[in-house]
C-alpha cells in the first residue's frame, strides 16, 4: 500500500481502528504500531471532523529506513528545509514532535527540536520549538501553539517495522468544540448517563459505515435520550430520527437539537423525534442505519454482590433481547446498526457481557466482525466506571 495520510488514535485504539474499518474499508487501512493507522486515503477527502476515535491526522512526508533516533535526527535536519518550504516566506515558524513506539526520550527529543531550530535559522527563518512533556505532544498543546496553522509543523514519527514512517499534522481533534457541544446543551441529565461526543461518533460511524452523510440517509437512534448520537449524526449531515421511553427525554432532545441548529450549524433540519417503547414501538419512518446507547441497567457506585449482578444483567439482557427481536421484524436485510450495550468492568478487571451477544444469530443477526480489531476490544470505559459501553455492530440478516 502507498501510504498518503496517517491517524493517531486515542486512548482506547481498537475502537479507532475498527471506526475507520467502517467508513474507508480495511483494504485502505494498515496498523503502524501501537496507535496509528495508514492509509492511502488522501488527506483532502478525509473529514477529519467527523471521527471520534482518532485524535490526529497527518499527511505522509516519508518512511525513514532506520529506527535508531540519531539517523532518524540527520534525515530530519536533512529534509527540514524542504517541508519549510511549504510555508509563507515570512513569520515564525512553530515547530512540535511526536514520537510513537521508538527508543527515545524526552531529552533526546527536546536535543532534535534544537538541532532543526538551528536548521530554520540557517534557512533565513525564526523558529519556536513546542517542549514535550511526554514523548506525545497533547491536542491541547497541538491546539494552543497552532501547529495545524499556517506557520505550524507538528512531525509524527512512528515506528513501522524496521522503518520510521514520517508525516506532519494536519488536522487536531478539537477538544474546545467538544466541550462546548457537550456541556452548554441546555438540557442534560446525568440521570441516564452523558454519552461523550466522541464515542457518539464513533457509534455513528460504525452504524453508517460509508453510506454518505446526507440528509435523506437518515439514522434511527431508538434509546435517544439528550439527543447526543443525533446531534453528532445531524453535524455530520445526516438525517435523524429518534424514539425514547419517556417523552421529557423526547422534548429535551427537541430542544438540544434546535440549540444545536442556532449554535453549530448543523446541515441536516427537521429531526423526527417522537416517544415510543424501543420493545414494542413501530417506526413509521424511514432510516438507513440504526445507532444507539442502550439501557445500561441501574448506576453503580460500588461493585454488587454476585446475586445483584445476576439480576442486572439479567434485566438488561431481557431488555436488549425484546428490543432487538421487535426492532428486526421491521428491518431490511442488510441493515447496519451499533449498539453501546452494557458491559461490568470488576475491580480487578474481569468484564461480565449481556448473555444474549453469544445468540444473535438466533435473532437473524450477524455480528461484524473487523480485520484490524478483535470484537471483544470494542468497549468503552474510563478507569473508575464499573459499568462499561461495549459496542455491537450487527447486520440484520
Avoid at 485524535?55 to 529506513?65: F, T
Avoid at 499534522?169 to 441516564?192: G, L
Wanted: with cysteine; charged share 20%.
Amino acid at each position: 500500500m502507498m501510504y498518503a495520510s496517517v491517524f493517531i488514535l486515542g486512548r482506547l485504539s481498537a475502537l479507532g481502528r475498527a471506526e475507520l474499518e467502517s467508513i474507508y474499508g480495511a483494504a485502505h487501512l494498515e496498523p503502524v504500531g501501537s496507535q496509528a493507522m495508514a492509509s492511502d486515503v488522501s488527506p483532502a477527502d478525509i473529514d477529519f471532523a467527523r471521527l471520534g476515535g482518532a485524535v490526529r491526522v497527518g499527511k505522509v512526508l516519508a518512511q525513514v529506513p532506520t529506527i535508531a533516533w540519531p539517523e532518524i535526527q540527520r534525515f530530519l535536519i536533512q529534509h527540514l528545509p524542504e517541508y519549510l518550504d511549504a510555508l509563507p516566506a515570512e513569520g515564525k515558524v512553530k515547530l512540535g514532535l511526536s514520537a510513537f513506539d521508538l527508543a527515545v526520550n524526552t531529552q533526546a527529543l527536546l536535543r532534535t527540536g534544537l538541532e532543526l531550530k538551528k536548521v530554520c535559522k540557517k534557512s533565513g527563518r525564526s523558529a519556536r520549538v513546542v517542549p514535550n512533556e511526554n514523548l506525545e505532544l497533547s491536542s491541547a498543546q497541538v491546539l494552543h501553539n497552532q501547529l495545524c496553522g499556517e506557520m505550524g509543523v507538528e512531525l509524527l514519527l512512528m515506528r513501522s517495522g524496521n522503518q520510521t514512517l514520517l508525516a506532519q499534522t494536519t488536522a487536531v481533534q478539537d477538544i474546545n468544540a467538544y466541550a462546548h457541544r457537550d456541556q452548554n446543551r441546555p438540557k442534560r441529565d446525568a440521570r441516564v448517563g452523558m454519552l461523550p461526543p466522541k464515542l457518539a461518533q464513533t457509534i455513528v460511524n460504525m452504524a453508517a459505515g460509508p453510506l454518505p452523510p446526507q440528509e435523506d440517509t437518515v439514522v434511527l437512534d431508538p434509546f435517544c435520550g439528550t439527543g447526543v448520537i443525533l446531534q453528532e449524526a445531524l453535524l455530520m449531515g445526516y438525517g435523524a430520527y429518534g424514539t425514547d421511553l419517556e417523552p421529557r427525554m423526547v422534548d429535551f432532545t427537541r430542544q438540544n437539537l434546535e440549540w444545536l441548529s442556532t449554535h453549530h450549524g448543523a446541515t441536516a433540519t427537521n429531526p423526527l423525534l417522537e416517544a415510543g417503547d424501543a420493545t414494542s414501538h413501530f417506526w413509521t419512518g424511514r432510516f438507513a442505519a440504526v445507532a444507539s446507547e442502550t439501557y445500561l441497567g441501574r448506576p453503580l457506585s460500588s461493585w454488587p454482590t454476585g446475586t445483584d449482578l445476576r439480576e442486572i444483567i439479567t434485566t438488561c439482557n431481557i431488555i436488549l433481547e425484546k428490543f432487538l427481536r421487535n426492532l428486526g421484524g421491521q428491518l431490511p436485510s442488510g441493515t447496519r446498526l451499533c449498539l453501546a450495550v452494557p458491559a461490568w468492568k470488576s475491580p480487578s478487571d474481569h468484564i461480565s457481557h449481556l448473555p444474549l451477544l453469544d445468540h444473535l444469530e438466533e435473532m437473524g443477526y450477524n455480528r461484524v466482525s473487523f480485520e484490524h480489531a478483535r470484537n471483544a476490544e470494542l468497549v468503552y470505559y474510563r478507569p473508575e466506571q464499573l459499568v462499561a459501553r461495549e459496542l455491537l455492530v450487527i447486520t440484520r440478516k
